[in-house]
């Protein structure tokens, strides 16, 4: 009976209702969509960046250098030689080297030259077939194969640029050799082949070169990634590269936790705008309630002259806010992966970069305890006032 009297009293004032759930709802809505967001771009910035200690390539700006050279989303700073990595991949604090040469593009997804150790680094796992052995071999990530529906041995040729809508390369074409398993890292938006086959795409570039300085000037790689043996390469590795050569060296876990701090501000106002959308709510709750409250004195009386009790009442009220409250969660839940759906078609048609619908996050939790207390303090003043009323004053009155 307790609920049915709480449901009543609900939909007796609906507009009022409809307003407390509509404010808690987009508060909690708003906050879930950016603890969606915020902890998926991390985990997929953490996993792409996990291992590599340092990035080198040509000078500019160090965050430009890291988002095209480890996450391939932003235009690279240059080119540099490759006889320029020689003396860094001898070096004995290094352990490794993944050169990586770009420029090209299929259908908007970037062809990159590398070597298999690169593979190796993501832990890429074959669907079909195997790695490139010969030029103008290539594999694919599994976002290319699904998006644009290559299978082994089909062949394409390439773009100049980035874009899809460059200059295309079609005296040589690449051939299919090997697709990969999606593993939710960079190399599922890639197709990847041999240094060697960059290098001879953009050979006839150099023929007006004589022939010597031509070969020497197409053995360009775009960036490096690199690993050291020890906390001792990444403090000093860095300095000498910076200042002793034509390279520039940058740090991606420094970099991307600026990135994210330049980001945080942006999520904290966000976040903030939606606390004081629930408190709004809870305004609204304590409103509702306590006007319901005046109105239904003498009903409450009423009920305390039959032998109800103030206590049950008491809950009868903080039930109330209590369902209004657990409503707008719900709904703000609902509507926040409503949100995350459509960020994530977004991001996937301009950056190839999928969001995943997930289940109740650890914060989501202690969302829904807060729009608990939230509904439990805007409830409880009101509630109280049941034990403020003079039964035969109120009946008398009325």
């Not at 041995?153 to 990969?180: C, M, P, Q, R, T």
């Not at 190839?352 to 996050?361: D, E, P, R, S």
């Not at 939790?365 to 039964?391: E, T």
């Amino acid at each position: 009976m307790l609920l049915k009297i709480v449901w009543k009293n609900i939909w007796a004032k609906k507009l009022n209702s409809f307003l407390c759930i509509l404010l808690m709802m987009f508060g909690i809505s708003i906050i879930s969509l950016l603890i969606n967001i915020g902890n998926q771009l991390q985990d997929k910035f953490s996993k792409n960046i996990s291992g590599i200690d340092m990035v080198v390539g040509a000078k500019g700006s160090p965050l430009q250098l890291i988002l095209s050279g480890v996450y391939q989303i932003d235009a690279p700073t240059g080119n540099i030689p490759m006889s320029e990595l020689q003396s860094l991949q001898m070096n004995p604090l290094v352990k490794q080297v993944f050169p990586l040469s770009m420029g090209d593009n299929y259908q908007g997804f970037r062809i990159v030259g590398t070597i298999h150790p690169y593979l190796k680094h993501f832990e890429a796992d074959y669907a079909e077939g195997v790695g490139f052995k010969t030029n103008m071999e290539v594999v694919i990530g599994s976002t290319v194969a699904k998006k644009l529906k290559l299978k082994l041995n089909d062949s394409f040729a390439s773009s100049h640029g980035l874009e899809k809508e460059g200059e295309a390369h079609g005296d040589k074409k690449y051939k299919v050799v090997g697709i990969l398993k999606s593993n939710n890292s960079v190399i599922d938006n890639l197709i990847l082949c041999n240094l060697n086959s960059i290098w001879e795409i953009h050979e006839h570039e150099d023929v007006e070169m004589h022939e010597g300085e031509a070969h020497e000037e197409k053995q360009n790689i775009t960036c490096a990634l690199v690993k050291f043996r020890s906390p001792m390469g990444l403090m000093t590795i860095p300095r000498l590269i910076n200042q002793n050569t034509q390279m520039q060296a940058a740090l991606p876990a420094i970099e991307i936790n600026r990135l994210f701090e330049l980001m945080g501000i942006g999520i904290d106002a966000f976040k903030a705008l939606a606390i004081a959308i629930m408190l709004i709510s809870g305004i609204s709750v304590f409103v509702t309630l306590y006007n319901a409250l005046k109105e239904r004195k003498y009903e409450m009386a009423l009920m305390l002259s039959m032998g109800g009790k103030r206590l049950v009442l008491f809950f009868m009220l903080m039930l109330e806010g209590l369902i209004l409250s657990i409503s707008g969660f719900v709904l703000g839940i609902i509507l926040s992966r409503i949100g995350l759906f459509l960020a994530s078609r977004l991001l996937d048609q301009n950056f190839n970069f999928n969001l995943h619908l997930t289940m109740l996050q650890k914060e989501e939790i202690y969302l829904l305890i807060a729009a608990l207390l939230v509904g439990i303090f805007a409830a409880l003043i009101p509630s109280l006032g049941i034990y403020k009323i003079n039964i035969s004053k109120t009946l008398a009155n009325d």
